[in-house]
């Protein structure tokens, strides 16, 4: 039967072209997913300035499965310590903090992203400097020479540059050669970098360079006893660029949770539509396979036949796959970072191990579905399957109803969890499967449902079409598994590219809703240079017609959960809880906190303390009065205590610390927004006046003058899951619709024919088609509406607002009316196609 089916590809070819786009595609999709997993699973990140360091001494980011939002910084007095372990040739500190090029009092686009650094870790890269010589005071710098050139400076230069919250002139004292990847280089006196980035005690990473004939493997063996009871850990080879990009880390398990959840469900709708493109071809053969049947083939072998046309197609389709899916996964990753969903920074990873995971699971998926396929036409008997191959009739099986009722099931019950359990945006995680399942079941029970569409649009349709659509319509009655073979992937187009789209776009507009409704504040105070030094909020507060001003700093902090003793010795995982916290001014919070205070008052964030929404001070041990252990974004624990809770929006709970307890355990230690409310009667326009004032001389201060401060986001990654799945969906369906319109109007060919030879024109017949596809449309655009309407509703309740979703209405319309579009377009075209030969000669062919 394998000789069979292929000379039965080598006499059909155009018809199996669908099913070979489709694997293709859902080959190169799971190739690029593989490979990106591969690359997070790796997490090489290649070092640039410290390369020339075999080992890394660094702060370690993980905690929790998870990755400190902060830099966790080491004492500077570790740097000794490495240098005293046997071994070690040089020790130098390094340390990271941003810099801004100003011009004129305003920021320089010349310099781009700037970066100060230690004079120490310049010397990694060569003895002496480029020119001139290194900086030795605490007003010169050395610059690295692309930096010199976009700056057009020169050694003996005065360049005004913007750190540490204020901006101070320095003097160029030469310059350094650049490293490939880590342009924007400013390099300070050791002693003053640490001041500048505001810790003076402390470094981020420590160079090691090994002396001769020592293995680095066991320097870093002896360094890690040396540091024992220090946050630090030792990296080498790939792994020292985290040293420098600590912001690399959380790349590794968004790729693959990112990889994981798409190429996922790229193989089930991959599967989806090679299978129901299999079975309209099935459907098309049924005369030839029962004949086959009738000379004696049996079941198997038919069987056989099916599965052996689609493995040649499938092997075909992977090894062209193999090539641009590579390169298709390093395309997603440049997108990726540029979407800031991963750092830059991490190095793309594609083995043969992901290539040969996805083609063999494309090749499986797609064995499977002609598998599926293959089973009604195996089993049919052949006086059936003749009678059955001019017009099929029937469509509902047993096994067909189980699966549909599954689906429906499944989609309610998600449903019901999205509406009742969930809160906030963490509901995507059922909402979207849920509208698989709704899609599904719509997609099982089609060819009813089209009868029933049909029936309810027999009479508007025959109104305003006339003869064509009453022709189209019992056309469409008598055909009607045909016709919900084309009602589907419209249904899918619309019902999850909606579906998928506003998911996002609901998500996005309740986080800033949520976020809005923190605040009261009259204007909000940005910075384009990094933050602002802490200061600037108590002269800000005590500017004329200021009522009160507060720093805003977002961030992630967990509430720490103690383990019983019987939990310790079982193994257990603390069952910590995550929070987005801000970090608020007590003097003026009570003053730009929209949110009042249930209990306590915000006045009392002095210290180690913790503001908490309701929805925590409930439970046992979390209400005001208490203390709870928190463990911050550098990974230091505080026992802090509950002094105030306030009423949150469902599902966006955020917590309040003090700005100077953040500020200690932040990253730059600057503030990156400040609240400021004015008194009584002053207009924003008045209070957005006196902040100029206050600020004047200040580089990269920005003044909004409305409530709209920034929240702690972190939805970019479901977001491009949400889209990406979106387009790969529509991709599919596409394929699916227009293999099946086009295949439809090909085996009308006789159809036609006869209609042109009893008196229908050309025109007619189009006419026809036409009304046949708008029928299409509407009831896939109105199943579609229905799978959207089934998960947004459950959604919207969940984010805490009404079951309508959230986003532009233009997105629906766009979405319906390309629907259309392709619908009309993927009909009428291949139909004028069959009607430019003669109809005598099309009825003697068929």
Not at 152 to 180: H, I, K, M, N, W
Not at 336 to 358: D, H, K, N, S, T
Not at 718 to 743: D, E, H, P
Request: charged share 15%; net charge neutral.
């Amino acid at each position: 039967m394998f000789g069979l089916a292929l000379q039965s590809l080598k006499f059909q070819k155009g018809r199996f072209l669908a099913s070979f786009v489709a694997l293709f595609f859902g080959a190169l999709i799971l190739m690029a997913c593989g490979a990106l997993m591969e690359t997070g699973i790796r997490s090489a990140v290649p070092p640039q300035r410290l390369a020339a360091a075999p080992l890394v001494v660094t702060g370690d980011q993980s905690f929790d499965h998870d990755v400190l939002p902060e830099r966790v910084r080491l004492d500077v007095a570790d740097v000794g310590t490495v240098r005293a372990v046997e071994g070690v040739e040089r020790a130098l500190p390094d340390v990271t903090f941003p810099v801004s090029a100003l011009r004129d009092g305003t920021d320089s686009a010349d310099g781009g992203t700037l970066h100060g650094h230690g004079w120490s870790s310049a010397a990694l890269l060569a003895s002496d400097p480029a020119s001139g010589r290194e900086p030795t005071g605490a007003g010169q710098v050395a610059l690295d020479e692309d930096t010199a050139r976009r700056l057009g400076a020169e050694q003996g230069d005065r360049l005004r540059f913007a750190v540490a919250g204020g901006s101070r002139e320095f003097t160029v004292s030469g310059t350094v050669r650049p490293v490939q990847g880590a342009a924007g280089a400013v390099y300070f006196a050791d002693d003053e970098a640490r001041r500048l980035m505001g810790r003076p005690d402390q470094v981020d990473s420590i160079a090691v360079v090994p002396a001769k004939g020592t293995s680095p493997a066991v320097l870093a063996e002896r360094i890690g006893k040396a540091l024992d009871g220090s946050p630090a850990v030792t990296l080498t080879g790939d792994a020292r660029g985290k040293a420098e990009f600590p912001q690399a880390l959380a790349a590794s398990t968004r790729l693959i949770s990112l990889s994981a959840v798409f190429g996922g469900i790229a193989v089930m709708v991959a599967v989806f539509v090679v299978g129901s493109t299999l079975a309209l071809l099935v459907q098309q053969r049924l005369r030839e396979m029962a004949l086959l049947r009738a000379v004696g083939t049996l079941p198997g072998q038919l069987r056989r036949m099916i599965v052996g046309e689609t493995l040649v197609i499938a092997v075909v389709a992977v090894a062209l796959a193999l090539f641009p899916g590579r390169y298709a996964g390093g395309w997603m990753l440049d997108r990726l970072a540029g979407g800031g969903v991963v750092a830059p920074e991490i190095a793309f990873r594609a083995g043969w191990v992901p290539m040969i995971v996805a083609a063999g699971t494309s090749l499986v998926s797609a064995v499977a579905a002609a598998f599926i396929a293959s089973r009604r036409a195996a089993k049919a008997r052949p006086a059936d399957a003749l009678a059955e191959a001019g017009l099929q009739r029937r469509w509902l099986s047993g096994s067909r109803l189980v699966f549909a009722l599954l689906c429906f099931v499944g989609g309610g019950v998600l449903a019901m969890v999205t509406a009742l359990v969930m809160e906030g945006t963490v509901a995507a995680s059922t909402a979207g499967p849920a509208a698989l399942l709704w899609a599904g079941g719509f997609a099982l029970i089609s060819p009813g449902l089209t009868r029933v569409f049909t029936a309810v649009l027999q009479w508007p349709l025959r109104a305003f079409t006339g003869f064509a659509g009453s022709l189209a319509l019992n056309n469409a009655k008598v055909r009607r598994i045909r016709v919900a073979g084309a009602v589907t992937p419209v249904m899918l187009a619309t019902g999850l590219a909606t579906a998928l789209i506003y998911l996002q776009t609901s998500q996005a507009q309740a986080t800033e809703e949520a976020a809005r409704e923190l605040v009261s504040a009259d204007a909000v105070i940005t910075s384009t240079t990094g933050g602002f030094a802490p200061d600037l909020v108590d002269t800000i507060a005590k500017s004329p017609g200021v009522d009160g001003a507060s720093a805003y700093l977002p961030g992630t902090t967990y509430i720490l959960e103690p383990l019983s003793a019987e939990d310790r010795a079982e193994g257990e995982d603390p069952d910590n809880t995550e929070l987005q916290v801000q970090g608020i001014s007590a003097g003026g919070a009570d003053r730009t906190l929209a949110a009042p205070a249930v209990e306590g008052s915000f006045d009392a964030l002095r210290g180690d303390t913790v503001a908490l929404p309701t929805s925590l001070t409930g439970e046992k041990g979390k209400g005001v009065g208490d203390t709870v252990t928190l463990l911050l974004g550098d990974g230091a624990q505080v026992k802090a205590e509950v002094v105030a809770s306030y009423e949150a929006r469902k599902g966006f709970g955020t917590a309040f610390l003090p700005a100077e307890l953040m500020l200690a355990h932040s990253t730059t230690g600057l503030v990156p927004q400040i609240l400021v409310s004015g008194d009584d009667g002053s207009s924003t326009e008045q209070v957005v006046s006196q902040v100029r004032k206050a600020t004047e001389g200040l580089a990269g201060v920005q003044i909004v003058g409305r409530a709209s401060a920034d929240a702690a986001d972190d939805g970019a990654t479901s977001a491009w899951i949400n889209y990406m799945l979106a387009g790969t969906i529509v991709g599919y369906a596409v394929i699916s619709l227009v293999n099946t319109l086009v295949i439809s109007a090909s085996e009308r060919r006789r159809e036609f024919a006869l209609q042109r030879l009893v008196g229908a024109t050309n025109g007619q017949i189009m006419r026809m088609m036409a009304v046949e596809s708008v029928l299409v449309a509407l009831v896939g655009i109105v199943l579609g509406t229905a799978v959207a309407v089934a998960t947004l509703a459950p959604f919207g309740i969940a984010l805490g607002g009404s079951g309508m979703p959230q986003g532009p209405a233009w997105i629906y319309f766009v979405v319906i009316g390309l629907a259309g579009l392709l619908t009309l377009a993927a009909s009428l075209l291949p139909t004028s196609v069959v009607l430019r030969g003669r109809p005598a000669e099309a009825v003697a062919v068929t």
